[in-house]
């Protein structure tokens, strides 16, 4: 089951422009001048032109597909695809809390093998089994898993 993430912006290409102008190397002319030079001291951009190719060098570094860049007249949208192997995140890329990163890999495993236990699941994490308990108690909260059957030959459903 592949999912996406649109993001979405009302704004336009400058005159000529096409998708393919936008994703090649181009002079970097900001929609909002005044906003994008409050960002700028802010420190949230580097430098001008770079957000399409930073954008596209993360996805590539995660594994991802590149994303697709959508123009429907004064709309810009991007379409992210979500990954297809769990094994390709790397936490510490996506700056999440130790805490975080574990549901995360749990849920990787989960994914890979829905019957594996605590056990398992802490000798492939190097962590704890205590560790994975407390992360698998804070999955069922939220909603995120689900343990069918018993402890023995029961296995965990993953919803998303």
Same mark, same amino acid.
């Given at each position: 089951m592949l999912k996406s993430l649109y993001i979405s912006n009302c704004s336009m290409l400058p005159f000529g422009w096409t998708v393919e *102008?936008?994703?090649? *190397?181009?002079?970097?002319?900001?929609?909002n001048p005044d906003i994008a030079k409050v960002f700028y001291r802010a420190g949230y951009i580097e430098s /001008?032109?770079?957000?399409?190719?930073?954008?596209?060098?993360?996805?590539?570094?995660l594994g991802a597909d590149e994303p697709e860049y959508i123009v429907h007249g004064e709309d810009i949208m991007v379409k992210f695809s979500a990954l297809q192997s769990?094994?390709? &995140?790397? *936490?510490?890329?996506?700056?999440?809390?130790?805490?975080?990163?574990?549901? !995360?890999? !749990? &849920?990787?495993?989960?994914?890979?093998?829905?019957? !594996?236990t605590t056990t398992e699941m802490a000798r492939k994490l190097s962590v704890n089994r205590r560790t994975i308990q407390r992360s698998l108690d804070v &999955?069922?909260?939220?909603? *995120?898993?689900?343990?069918?059957?018993?402890?023995?030959?029961?296995? /965990?459903e993953v919803y998303e």
């Open positions: *102008t936008l994703l090649s *190397t181009h002079v970097s002319k900001p929609y /001008w032109g770079r957000g399409i190719q930073k954008i596209r060098d993360a996805c590539k570094n769990a094994k390709v &995140l790397d *936490t510490k890329a996506l700056n999440v809390t130790k805490d975080v990163a574990i549901e !995360i890999k !749990i &849920l990787a495993l989960l994914k890979e093998n829905a019957s !594996i &999955l069922k909260s939220k909603g *995120t898993i689900e343990r069918k059957g018993g402890k023995r030959y029961g296995y /965990w």
